[in-house]
Every structure is written in C-alpha cells, then in structure tokens.
C-alpha cells in the first residue's frame, strides 16, 4: 500500500479527492493543509476517522516540516493540490499566491527530490495560458500567457516543475483542468456565490458584461482524471482536463435562478474583475486518447445537483457565513490541549 503527501486537502478539490481516494483505492493519505480562510475541516467530517486519512496542520512552505511528514509515514508521492486560488483576491494583494503557489511548490519539490519520491502531480490550471478569442481551445502546446497574478504564479510553479524534471529528474507530472463546481467549494467563487445569493434572493453579482465564457466540469470528474493521470502519465508531460461544456457566466447565473424558481430581476451588473479573462476552453484530447478518460457528469445533471447540495447543506453554509468552520479544527481535532 503506497502513503500519499496530498496538500491543501481541506479545500475544495482536495477534500473531494481525497474522499474520491478512500472509495476507489487503497492508498493512505496524510493531508497536509494551512487551513488559511479557504480550508475548512468540515469538508472531510465524513470521512475524518478513517484509519488511511492523517491531517497535519501546516504550510508547504514550511521544508522542515515536509521532510519529517515524509520520513514519518514513509511518502512514496504527492499530489499538491494547495494553493490561494481566489482570483479576485490575488489582484487585492497577489505576494500570498508566490508565497504558496511558487515558494510551497518549490519545497515540494525539493523534496521529492531529496527523498527520490516516486511521483509528484502538480495541480495546475488551464488560466496559465491565458484568454481564448471566440474560437478554438487551449491544447497542451498553447503557449503559457497569464494574465492574473493567480495564473501568473501557478505558470511559475509549472516552469518550476518542469525544470525539476529535467534537470532533476525529479518524476512530476502537470495536470491543467478547467473551472470547477460540485460539494464544498468555498462561497466565494462563481457558482456558490450565485447558488447562495439567489437562495436567500440577495442579488446576483456579474462581472462586466457576462458574457465572459468558462469550461466547466463536475469535481468528480477532476478527481479521476488527477488520479489517472498521477497513476498513469508520463512523466515530465501536461495533461489538460476539461468536459467541453463552455457556457457565458450569464446562462450559468440563469439556469441557476430558474432551478430555484428566483426571478431575473436578481442578476445585478456590477464593475468588471481588472485584466478580466475573456473565454476559457479546453481541448482535452491527449487524456482521452493516451489514458482513456471521459467526463462522465452532464453539465445540466451536475449543476442540478449541485444545486440541491447547498441546499441541503445550509449548516455548512452557516458555519462558512458566521466563521465557526474555523473552529472545527480546535473542536475535533486538538482534544482541547
Ligand atoms: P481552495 O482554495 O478551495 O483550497 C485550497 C486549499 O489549500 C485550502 O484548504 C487551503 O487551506 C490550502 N492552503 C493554502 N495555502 C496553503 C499552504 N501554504 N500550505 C498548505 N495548505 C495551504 O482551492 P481549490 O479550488 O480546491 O483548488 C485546488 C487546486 O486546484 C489549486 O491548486 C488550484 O489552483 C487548482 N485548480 C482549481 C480549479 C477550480 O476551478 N477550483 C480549477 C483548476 C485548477
Ligand atoms: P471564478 O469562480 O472566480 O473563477 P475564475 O478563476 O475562472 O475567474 O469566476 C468565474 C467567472 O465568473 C469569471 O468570469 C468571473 C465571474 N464572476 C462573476 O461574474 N461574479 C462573481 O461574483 C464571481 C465570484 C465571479
């Protein structure tokens, strides 16, 4: 049985893969997580007492401590999926995403290589190459052109990572996906912002226009292309995801009011995100063609149900709107000492 070092396990993709993980193979995680403001213990509060899954509170950039979680649980590999990963919030103060995104992924590294670590999956983002015009799709060859200082650092961290497999060999592998939705994303990007407002009929945040257009795919769906790709790829390449599904952030926003039944008259034009990535869509041919994965989420089935997960979930809302998530740690975790 191989121990996985898998970061930032308390946001919302990696608490979705590390559930993934537990259902579908026999790897142990030790989940290493600062939980800054976008961790949230609650997320995993299903699956916490699993004897696979360990969480140790700290940061990737902290080398000292990542050498002793891997030498203490015997690590064969890391999947590092932490990261500041608000857009917004990188262009109100863009020096915690070099810090995490660029220095973390530096140490990682260095100890992958220190250690001869068997594999090393980067959680990369198709923002590193920049916007699409209204035609065609980012492949794995579109030149690197990052606009945001969120995709500015994780294009950093990629050039970091490929440099350690050429010069290091160290046997890292990149995966690009699209935007994600599904359980647990933090109620600041797009579709939990709309899903919530319109729930509670405050209005609707659009950037610009809204006619701005993403790829989305299911969280599922990212969670088994990573694994495949962590398990499968070749080392040193790029592997984009995404499930053709491009829609403008207006429709989304639509489709969303009509599943709850809320009028339109909630969708609120407000002052455009600066440096505003126009279109975003991914040509995932070269996942599908060498590791044979498919989508297999509908965009209209998954946003249903996603829908219905926040509703079903308001205590997790709650936590989130009043800050008691961020006690959960001291509360299950610490036994008060
Ligand atoms: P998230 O913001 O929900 O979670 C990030 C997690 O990383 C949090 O639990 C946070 O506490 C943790 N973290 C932050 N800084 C840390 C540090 N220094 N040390 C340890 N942990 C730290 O993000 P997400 O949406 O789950 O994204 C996960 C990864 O996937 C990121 O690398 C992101 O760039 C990438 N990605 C996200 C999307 C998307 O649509 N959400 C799409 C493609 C790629
Ligand atoms: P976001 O979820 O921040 O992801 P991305 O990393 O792709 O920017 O935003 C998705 C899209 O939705 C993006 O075009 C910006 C837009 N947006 C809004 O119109 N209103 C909002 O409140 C938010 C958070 C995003």
Redesign the pocket.
């Known amino acids: 049985m191989s121990t996985l070092l898998l970061?930032?396990?308390?946001?919302?993709?990696?608490s979705n893969l590390i559930r993934f993980l537990l259902r579908t193979t026999d790897v142990r995680i030790v989940n290493?997580?600062?939980?800054?403001y976008?961790?949230?213990l609650e997320n995993l509060s299903d699956v916490e007492h699993d004897p696979r899954l360990t969480f140790v509170k700290?940061?990737?950039?902290d080398a000292d401590l990542v050498d002793r979680i891997i030498t203490t649980y015997s690590v064969d590999g890391i999947i590092?999926?932490?990261?500041?990963?608000?857009v917004d919030r990188s262009i109100a103060s863009a020096a915690p995403f070099v810090?995490?995104n660029v220095t973390?992924t530096l140490v990682l590294l260095e100890a992958a290589k220190k250690h001869g670590l068997q594999r090393f999956l980067q959680?990369?983002?198709?923002e590193v190459y920049g916007s699409l015009g209204p035609v065609g799709a980012f492949s794995e060859d579109t030149p690197i052109a990052p606009n945001s200082p969120y995709s500015a650092s994780?294009a950093s961290a990629d050039l970091l990572v490929r440099a350690f497999v050429h010069t290091h060999n160290v046997p890292a592998v990149i995966t690009r996906?699209?935007?994600?939705y599904g359980p647990y994303?933090?109620p600041e990007?797009f579709l939990p912002v709309m899903i919530l407002n319109a729930m509670e009929e405050r209005p609707l945040p659009i950037y610009g226009n809204g006619l701005q257009v993403r790829d989305w795919i299911h969280v599922d769906d990212h969670c088994a292309a990573v694994w495949l790709v962590y398990t499968k790829g070749r080392v040193g390449e790029v592997y984009n995801i995404g499930a053709e599904n491009e829609r403008p952030n207006l429709h989304v926003a639509r489709e969303i009011l009509r599943e709850l039944g809320k009028t339109e008259a909630l969708l609120t034009y407000v002052t455009d995100r600066p440096g505003h990535d126009v279109r975003y869509a991914i040509n995932a041919s070269k996942i599908r063609t060498e590791l044979g994965w498919r989508p297999t989420r509908s965009f209209d089935e998954g946003l249903r149900a996603t829908v219905a997960w926040y509703r079903a979930h308001q205590a997790w809302c709650e936590n989130i709107r009043t800050g008691a998530y961020q006690d959960y740690y001291e509360r299950n975790y610490t036994s008060g000492t």
Do not use: P, R, V, Y
Request: proline residues 0%; charged residues 15%; aromatic residues 4%.
């Open positions: 970061t930032g396990g308390a946001g919302f993709i990696g290493l997580d600062a939980l800054t976008a961790g949230n700290g940061s990737i950039t590092n999926c932490a990261a500041e990963s608000h810090d995490t973390g959680m990369s983002t198709d994780k996906c699209s935007n994600n994303q933090f990007k």
